[in-house]
């Protein structure tokens, strides 16, 4: 049942389920995760990796990791960016550098 929303800086509105057990940064992170893959948010795992299970390319990557930046309002240097490879690894990231 998806009777939970949350609003994306771009102001697109992703509905989703309960989010029981998860972080604010958790859900902003699959949401994000959802929209820039065109994915269904249920369909996400924490240990799924962008281009493995994701299907993304290293643009979308890219584009995924920027759009991150903003919604957390940090920057995301060169070398971390290319470390983080998973959604959990993103998940760790924005929760321990974003605000």
Do not use: W, Y
């Not at 979308?60 to 930046?69: F, Q, R, S, V």
């Amino acid at each position: 049942m998806l009777d939970k929303e949350t609003t994306m800086p771009n102001g697109r509105v992703i509905k989703h389920g309960e989010d029981e057990g998860m972080s604010e940064v958790e859900v902003k992170v699959r949401s994000s995760v959802a929209v820039q893959l065109d994915i269904k948010v249920e369909s996400i795992k924490n240990s799924d990796r962008f281009e493995e299970e994701l299907g993304a390319d290293s643009l979308d990557t890219l584009e995924l990791l920027m759009e991150m930046e903003e919604i957390f309002s940090i920057e995301i240097g060169d070398r971390e960016a290319s470390e983080i490879k998973t959604v959990q690894q993103a998940i760790d990231h924005m929760e321990l550098h974003g605000k």
